[in-house]
T-cell receptor, first 115, second 110 residues
């Protein structure tokens, strides 16, 4: 089956620093990748849609200058949380979609803690 | 706006059958998906309904009624490992991005 990896799985950073999270599709080419944020015991909230070779499309209320997304290849998308603050602490999950496949394949998530 | 409502918690005993409902209001509709997520883990795909009716995949079945904007996930022969959160999700347009429901935490007891 399709496998999506994320790195790192956990990261702790100090307030004001930036953190980069990588999302890779390991055995398929992902034309589209998605970035979600999830708070404890809550639903997944879509942050942005990342298409290879083009600018990401951000959901309403998500600051594009704070959450930088780059989708440089068909197997890699990165999310950079810039000038992180404690309120950015959350579980960030990526997913990838291959062509017309309706199923999304999720990464294992990255737990970010900002101190 | 988009909204997908689910019961927050459901408890059932091992071996039983449980139904998790999902009602949705979205600006568009291309299909209803169901995902399972264990604590701290990645959501995994369970089923997808684009048309009305029942889809069966092993112990799990999913139903959709587009006229009622309603669907459900049916889990049979419950096992302890089925304890997890279950999310319905709608593709509001073009089968591309997903809008997730509020989630249902299922607890399976002995």
């Amino acid at each position: 089956g399709a496998v999506v990896s994320q790195h790192p799985s956990r990261v702790i950073c100090k307030s004001g620093t930036s953190v980069k999270i990588e999302c890779r599709s390991l055995d398929f080419q992902a034309t589209t990748m998605f970035w979600y944020r999830q708070f404890p015991k809550k639903s997944l909230m879509l942050m942005a849609t990342s298409n290879e070779g083009s600018k990401a499309t951000y959901e309403q209320g998500v600051e594009k200058d704070k959450f930088l997304i780059n989708h440089a290849s068909l197997t890699l998308s990165t999310l950079t949380v810039t000038s992180a603050h404690p309120e950015d602490s959350s579980f960030y999950i990526c997913s990838a979609r291959s062509g017309s496949d309706y199923e999304q394949y999720f990464g294992p998530g990255t737990r970010l803690t900002v101190t | 706006g988009q909204s997908l409502e689910q019961p927050s918690e459901v408890t059932a005993v091992e071996g039983a059958i449980v139904q998790i409902n999902c009602t949705y209001q979205t600006s568009g509709f291309y299909g209803l998906s169901w995902y399972q997520q264990h604590d701290g883990g990645a959501p995994t795909f369970l089923s997808y309904n684009a048309l009305d009716g029942l889809e069966e995949t092993g112990r799990f079945s999913s139903f959709l009624s587009r006229s009622d904007s309603y669907g459900y996930l049916l889990l049979q022969e419950l096992q302890m490992k089925d304890s997890a959160s279950y999310f319905c999700a709608v593709s509001p347009g073009g089968g591309n991005k997903l809008t997730f429901g509020t989630g249902t935490q299922l607890k399976v007891e002995l």
